[in-house]
């Protein structure tokens, strides 16, 4: 896998890998953490997420701005810090699964 493939790719030949990435992850914390938090981070947060892929650093995702604001509009009550310790987990877990699905 290069950036260059997986950009031109990955809403295209690549979509449904991606979609079972973020579904195991959803899974799996699901059964880690409060399913309403997590659910709350799937619909507000990581929907709008862009995955990339860099030759030297491997997968990441960008988040759009103000994440823990587009949660509270959803009415899911949760702490801020809590909030980030789930959100940063959440993206790392789709990270390290993007890497496991890609390489």
Request: no cysteine.
């Amino acid at each position: 896998m290069d950036a260059e493939t997986f950009d031109e790719q990955k809403y295209v030949d690549l979509f449904p890998q991606l979609q079972q990435a973020y579904k195991n992850v959803f899974n799996r914390l699901n059964d880690e953490y409060d399913s309403s938090l997590i659910h709350g981070i799937d619909q507000s947060v990581l929907n709008e997420s862009e995955p990339f892929y860099d030759d030297d650093e491997g997968f990441y995702l960008e988040i759009p701005e103000d994440p823990y604001g587009r949660l509270s509009e959803t009415g899911v009550v949760v702490g801020e810090d809590r909030f980030e310790t789930v959100l940063a987990e959440y993206v790392e877990a789709i990270e390290a699964e993007l890497e496991r699905t890609f390489d």
